[in-house]
């Protein structure tokens, strides 16, 4: 009996405290601000020190109306946030449960509620969830978003796309039609590994129609067109690329060097990297640049162009590229040369290639969809001394 009348105590205690905090309209901003703040630590101390069966009571215990909704999601969040999904759910099922929920929380509950099993990995169940709540006007775009992020996790391209193309119609988000782009993007690759060029030809292309700027459509477009024979055609993709976003401009460089020495004019090669370079400078395309005016016009020049940039450009790559280059000429002995290399060979190794501009992750490896942020085309070269 005293346990359940201080079960009732706390409730009591909890309940005012959040309704006179959020709904106390005579109060100033800086004193609801307060008393969510107490409701929250009273929270904390509480589902810290009680067992599951007691939570379940409290929550059990708690009136179900519009002025107590929020705090049932409140504290569901807070769970969820905190890595105890399992709680999270015990709260939002048993909010959906109780006939007293007015219906238009529903929704928002049935979201919370998917969102817990998105956390836990129950992906079964929340993408069932998500698609009930689909056609719904206030929660409808929320589900979607979500759907398609869990798609994207099991690679269901085609789902994902299917979802996407909802949230393109009428007052579309632009950023809709990049994410759009990136999973034609997938589903051409996946035509490409299945052989089917025309197939990967068809959706690459497709991929540029919903997103001009969609770099990785444009290199899907150069691989192929090399296949083909079109090396021309598969050139001018690559110097797209740099139009579309310079930062990816190292992903294009070595298919076109490749393509330049194999099927092209180096006297033409030169004329376009230069131009390049001077736009979008990097170190991939200085050391492109060195080595066709190496090629056109012989090392001596080649090592010219190269201590000029580095004393304005500075870079890792560039320095141990003219000490090979300069064969350890002048005053630099055979042994010191190897030491130079040597030095620049370990601060290179192992370290991040790409870093994503939006959350920071970095890696060794290309990811056109960031594995920490979920963001598509946000992982990009990195730029600086001992990188572009």
């Known amino acids: 009996m005293d346990m359940m009348f201080q079960w009732l105590l706390v409730s009591t205690a909890v309940a005012v405290g959040w309704a006179v905090g959020r709904f106390g309209s005579s109060r100033s901003r800086n004193e609801v601000i307060a008393d969510e703040e107490s409701v929250r630590d009273r929270l904390q101390f509480l589902f810290t020190n009680y067992s599951d069966q007691a939570v379940d009571n409290f929550v059990q215990s708690l009136a179900v109306n519009r002025d107590t909704v929020s705090l049932h999601l409140s504290i ?9 999904t399992d709680r999270a759910i015990l709260i939002h099922q048993n909010l959906l449960d109780r006939p007293e929920l007015p219906a238009r929380y529903s929704p928002q509950v049935t979201l919370e509620l998917a969102l817990d099993y998105l956390n836990a990995g129950l992906l079964d169940r929340a993408e ?20 398609i992020d869990l798609y994207e996790r099991e690679r269901e391209w085609d789902k994902a796309s299917q979802v996407a193309h909802t949230l393109t119609r009428g007052n579309a988000d632009p950023a809709m039609f990049k994410i759009l782009a990136y999973l034609t993007c997938e589903k051409s690759e996946q035509a490409l590994r299945q052989d089917d060029r025309w ?19 444009t290199l899907i477009l150069m691989k192929l067109l090399t296949r083909q024979g079109s ?8 110097i797209k690329v740099f139009e579309q976003n310079p930062d990816f401009g190292p992903e294009a460089i070595d ?35 060195v080595e066709s005016v190496e090629r056109r016009s012989g090392r001596p020049a080649a090592i010219a162009l190269l201590r000029g940039e580095l004393e304005v450009r500075p870079s890792v790559r560039g320095l141990l590229q003219l000490v090979e280059m300069a064969g350890y000429e002048k005053s630099m002995t055979t042994n010191e040369g190897r030491l130079v290399s040597r030095i620049g ?17 970095d890696g060794q490896q290309l990811h056109w969809l960031c594995p920490s942020c979920r963001q598509w085309e946000t992982v990009r070269p990195i730029q600086g001394v001992d990188a572009e």
Do not use: W
């Open 345 to 361: 060979e370990l601060i290179l190794h192992n370290r991040p290639v790409y870093r994503c501009v939006n959350c920071g992750f």
């Open 199 to 217: 197939g990967a030809q068809r959706l690459a292309k497709e991929a540029l129609e919903f997103d001009r700027s969609c770099v990785r459509g």
């Open 231 to 238: 090396f021309r055609e598969a050139g001018t993709m690559a």
């Open 255 to 289: 298919q076109l060097m490749k393509l330049e020495r194999e099927h092209g004019d180096i006297g033409k090669l030169g004329r376009k990297l230069r131009k390049l370079y001077e736009s979008y400078p990097s170190t991939s395309l200085l050391l492109a640049l």
């Open 128 to 147: 069932a969830l998500l698609q009930q709540l689909m056609g719904d006007r206030e929660y409808g775009r929320s589900a979607a978003t979500q759907l």
């Open 76 to 84: 569901g969040s807070h769970f969820r946030n905190k890595g105890e």
